[in-house]
């Protein structure tokens, strides 16, 4: 999911889309491309909009850097949210099971056997952070581990599970997004559709034990750039 206008990182998405702007040595929407395709997900659809939008393929074009045949691509008309974007996969998707990985979430970690063991519902992942308050965050039930519902950016969070911008869905998503209504901000919220599989009990959980990170304010940028620079070093040493 790669729409949105980036807002919050203008002036620098004055002239392109937030997700192809550099993280270090790569475009940020690398980074997302490579996690699917590591899990072994070859059939991948890219969702942006935006004025921005052709400048995806100049970049992406087929999927050559990461071994594709081809890419797919669909357009987002106006910021309608995430559960918006996700509606242009529909046809795409058909009946199938879909993993979502949102264009400017970075993840170091092996997702395979997260996704292979998906069996129904909804499956979400989660990392436990210091600052949840800027994410949707998970609500456990008083007794176990069970899920009461997740919350989007709450003022006081009730846990420090931070729901990732990845997500897997069985192909009833598509129906519980006609069913949604946008929110204050205005937005199709992705979170809306996780609460209704909570509610259906159809939900399971994934906590990411490596690195995590979104890259969508400037400070989050520029510490995914800083960690890239550290575990990468592809460069030499700048005198
Ligand atoms: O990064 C994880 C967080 O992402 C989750 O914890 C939140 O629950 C989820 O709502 C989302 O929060 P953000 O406020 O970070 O979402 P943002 O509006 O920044 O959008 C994230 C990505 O989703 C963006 O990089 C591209 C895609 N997107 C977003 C919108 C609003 C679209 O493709 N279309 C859109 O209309």
Same mark, same amino acid.
């Given at each position: 999911?790669?729409?949105?206008?980036?807002?919050?990182?203008?002036?620098?998405?004055?002239?392109?889309?937030?997700?192809?702007?550099?993280?270090?040595?790569?475009?940020?929407?690398?980074?997302?491309?490579?996690?699917?395709?590591?899990? !072994?997900?070859?059939?991948?659809?890219?969702?942006? !909009?935006?004025?921005?939008? &052709?400048?995806?393929?100049?970049?992406?074009?087929?999927?050559?850097?990461? &071994?594709?045949?081809?890419?797919?691509?669909?357009? /987002?008309?106006?910021?309608?949210?995430?559960?918006? +974007?996700?509606? /242009?996969?529909?046809?795409?998707?058909? !009946?199938?099971?879909?993993?979502?990985?949102?264009?400017?979430?970075?993840?170091?970690?092996?997702?395979?056997?997260?996704?292979?063991?998906?069996?129904?519902?909804?499956?979400?992942?989660?990392?436990?952070?210091?600052?949840?308050?800027?994410?949707?965050?998970?609500?456990? *039930?008083?007794? &176990?581990?069970?899920?009461?519902?997740?919350?989007?950016?709450? *003022?006081?969070?009730?846990?420090?599970? +931070?729901?990732?911008?990845? %997500?897997? %869905?069985?192909?009833?998503?598509?129906?519980?997004?006609?069913?949604?209504?946008?929110?204050?901000? &205005?937005?199709?919220?992705?979170?809306?559709?996780?609460?209704? %599989?909570? *509610?259906?009990?159809?939900?399971?959980? %994934?906590?990411? /034990?490596?690195?995590?990170?979104?890259?969508?304010?400037?400070?989050?940028?520029?510490?995914?750039?800083?960690?890239?620079?550290?575990?990468?070093?592809?460069?030499?040493?700048?005198?």
């Amino acid at each position: 999911m790669a729409g949105g206008l980036g807002t919050r990182l203008r002036p620098l998405t004055y002239a392109t889309n937030k997700h192809l702007l550099p993280v270090y040595n790569k475009p940020m929407v690398y980074h997302p491309i490579e996690t699917l395709v590591n899990a !072994g997900i070859t059939d991948i659809l890219i969702v942006t !909009g935006g004025p921005h939008a &052709g400048d995806f393929i100049k970049v992406l074009r087929n999927g050559e850097d990461f &071994g594709l045949s081809n890419l797919n691509y669909a357009y /987002q008309e106006g910021e309608g949210g995430i559960a918006d +974007a996700l509606a /242009q996969a529909e046809t795409f998707v058909g !009946g199938d099971n879909c993993t979502v990985i949102l264009g400017d979430n970075l993840i170091f970690e092996d997702l395979t056997p997260a996704i292979s063991s998906f069996k129904s519902g909804a499956k979400i992942f989660t990392k436990t952070v210091p600052d949840p308050e800027r994410f949707g965050v998970v609500e456990y *039930e008083p007794v &176990g581990d069970g899920i009461s519902r997740i919350v989007e950016k709450p *003022e006081i969070p009730p846990s420090s599970d +931070a729901v990732t911008g990845v %997500y897997i %869905y069985d192909s009833t998503v598509f129906d519980k997004v006609r069913t949604l209504s946008p929110s204050e901000r &205005g937005e199709l919220e992705i979170t809306d559709i996780n609460n209704f %599989y909570v *509610e259906d009990g159809d939900i399971s959980v %994934y906590k990411i /034990q490596g690195t995590w990170m979104d890259c969508g304010t400037f400070d989050s940028l520029a510490k995914a750039t800083e960690v890239m620079y550290n575990d990468t070093h592809v460069f030499e040493e700048v005198v």
